[in-house]
Nanobody
Framework: EVHLVESGGGLVQAGGSLRLSCAAS????????IGWFRQAPGKEREGISC????????YYADSVKGRFTISSDNAKNTVYLEMNNLKFEDTAVYYC????????????????WGQGTQVTVSP
């Protein structure tokens, strides 16, 4: 059974930083891309950053480029999202996702979702 355990959300002031973690179990790590979507109130879910650990490919949405950095610890089946210079508009529930690793753009497919972790950025 696939499990995604997210941690690291919370409340931070604008301009601050947070690091999200997602530990995956029940999978063959090299078979997947892994990363993060988010959903703000009243908005659609948005893919913000993903990585294919087996080949090192990464994806960033334009809204987070230069501020967020994704990385993986392949020995721990864990992905991290370092979020710097957070803005009020980054406030959302952040979901860890697993997708097929065969695509050039990581997380083109999303096969498994975590429960989500709340990130709140105060103005």
């Amino acid at each position: 059974e696939v499990h995604l355990v997210e941690s690291g959300g919370g409340l931070v002031q604008a301009g601050g930083s947070l690091r999200l973690s997602c530990a995956a179990s029940g999978i063959t790590w090299d078979d997947y891309a892994i990363g993060w979507f988010r959903q703000a109130p009243g908005k659609e879910r948005e893919g913000i950053s993903c990585i294919t650990p087996s080949v090192g490919k990464t994806y960033y949405a334009d809204s987070v480029k230069g501020r967020f950095t994704i990385s993986s610890d392949n020995a721990k089946n864990t992905v991290y999202l370092e979020m710097n210079n957070l803005k009020f508009e980054d406030t959302a529930v952040y979901y860890c996702v697993l997708g097929n690793s065969d695509y050039d753009v990581p997380c083109t497919t999303t096969d498994y979702w975590g429960q989500g972790t709340q990130v709140t950025v105060s103005p």
